[in-house]
């Protein structure tokens, strides 16, 4: 099959790049990367509701979610928003969750290094607008039919979207067999029994109910209970039987498991065996590392592995999380957010199974401490081929300042750069203004909204009325490829398929997912930045099924469609 075959059909401003009419941008290689926020400009208009009303009731605290999703197939990524709702006490209006569909640029004849893409609001038209207190926000193409629908998790009954075409969405939720009412505070999708088809992981947090919340307090001011306060609830593994008909495995996979608080779930393929392994953040309880037997049960392996618990043998308060190779020797680290006055921590993959805490080491751990981080990711922001580190921020507590005023509520987020080598040095302060506002972060999920190879971010706020859409304004406008994997016998979105790139001396390896960080979903397709490399020797993918295919003497900047074969 030729390279044109793999080729989609591209938006007019990655035409225009293809085309060699970027020298503009690429000169401007001592430039850095700037993320401006951009949200007026492209019609977000969004107001967040936690439902506070003083009584510190938790779900108030913990929200909520987003996802990127192209929901009618244009090209284009369009943005779906989770919002809170009223609890007793709360008497302001409310809002439902939202979908807003990305119009694209303007003028997508002119390439420009801030290319404004603007979006409007088709929420009631699209019919995905829930009204339950939403958290956590899933994505995957759960039928094959070549559109993506989406799940919503919920502290309640959670709901799921069938995609019917032309920006349009049917509540399937009950036919599908899939709406636990437990706290889904995330959702992912992965193939996990590996049959052709996206099953599908509900993270449950507690069993928090408002009719029996506790009051807790410090130094006499009011706070919210710790998460060992409540019980803990077991996530939920629906095993996809086809014809969007899901069977609850949770026991007969061995993922039964009460004792945990989960607020995020990541799939990867940790141990290199070829199929997906899942990772679990719990909060202030060892995290879980359920290890794929390859057939689609687990073992929990955490404690064995080096992943339950950080260097000093603590359960950390996990929120958000994220699997990668950061030093690109082939191997998944793993990566979690967690609470103020402890460092996020990175767990390096040795190999064999075992994992080593190397936070301070690689220069993640102190600059973190004084933050609250909520979602943990990686990405590529500078397009140089190591993935970088993002962590949103935000405190739980809208009084903490009355019982430690050494800290804040609202907080700035982080980035962190790869320096090449798996260490990381802090570049908040010099990417820009969209990084250094300070507010109460949590869900962020991750895109190239605008088609021009580097990876956007949005940030839902918890306490705040505003969103933040940030764009990557490139600066050094280094080379890229944007894969998408199209499975015929595996899943159509790809999700799970291992890629593999060398580009000269340059070796990534990476996965195709879509559920990670916190309470999100995120881009569909593979970004990967290329350095100053203008090709790619080998692409070589295993996808799901454990079958190999490779592309050799591949152009760099351009959005790459894999057709399985």
Known sequence: MS????????????????????????????????????????????????GASGRKYMPEAVGSGAAFL??????????YIVNGAAL???????????LFHNNG??????????????????????????EGFGMAAAVGDADNDGDPDLYVGNYGANVFYRNDGDNRFSDITTTAAVGDSGWGAHATFADVDRDGDLDLYVANYMDFRVDGAMQCFRDQAPEYCGPNTYPGQSGVLYRNDGDLQFTDITDEAGLRNDSGRQLAAVFGDVDDDGDPDLFVANDKQPNFLFLNDGAGRFEESGA?????????????????????DVDNDGLLDIIVATFQWLPNTLYRNEGGGFFGDVTYAVGLGA??????????????????????????????????EEFDPSTTYEQSNQLFRNRGDGTFVETTASSGPGLLVERVSHGAVFGDIDNDGDTDIFVSDSASPRCSLLRNDGGNRKHYLTITARGAHNNRD?????????????????????????MGSNDPRLLVGLGEHTRVDTIQLRWPDGHEQVLVDVDADQHLVVNEQ
């Not at 192209?70 to 943005?79: N, S």
């Not at 007793?88 to 939202?98: E, L």
């Open 494 to 518: 790809g999700i799970g398929t291992r890629v593999r790139l060398v580009a000269g001396e340059l070796v990534q390896t990476r996965e195709i997912r879509r559920g990670y960080g916190y």
């Open 304 to 324: 064995i592995a080096g992943v339950a618990y950080n260097e000093e043998g603590v359960a950390e308060s996990a929120m958000g999380a994220d699997i990668g």
């Open 88 to 98: 007793p006490g709360y008497s302001k209006p409310t809002g439902p969750n939202a």
């Open 3 to 50: 390279l044109k075959q793999w080729l989609y059909p591209l938006p007019l401003v990655v035409q225009w790049v293809l085309a060699g009419n970027c020298g503009t941008a690429l000169a401007a290689d001592h430039e850095p990367v700037r993320f401006v926020d951009i949200t007026e400009e492209a019609g977000i208009s969004f107001r967040y509701i936690n």
């Open 367 to 400: 600059p973190s401490v004084p933050y609250l981080g909520m979602t943990a990711a990686f990405l590529d922001y500078d397009n140089d081929g190591f993935l970088d580190v993002f962590v949103s921020n935000g405190h739980l507590d809208s009084n903490v």
């Open 70 to 79: 192209d929901a009618d197939g244009d090209g284009w990524l369009d943005l």
């Open 105 to 130: 640029p303007a003028d997508a004849d002119t390439f420009a290094t801030s290319l404004l893409v603007t979006f409007s609001d088709i929420t009631a038209a699209s019919g995905v607008g829930d």
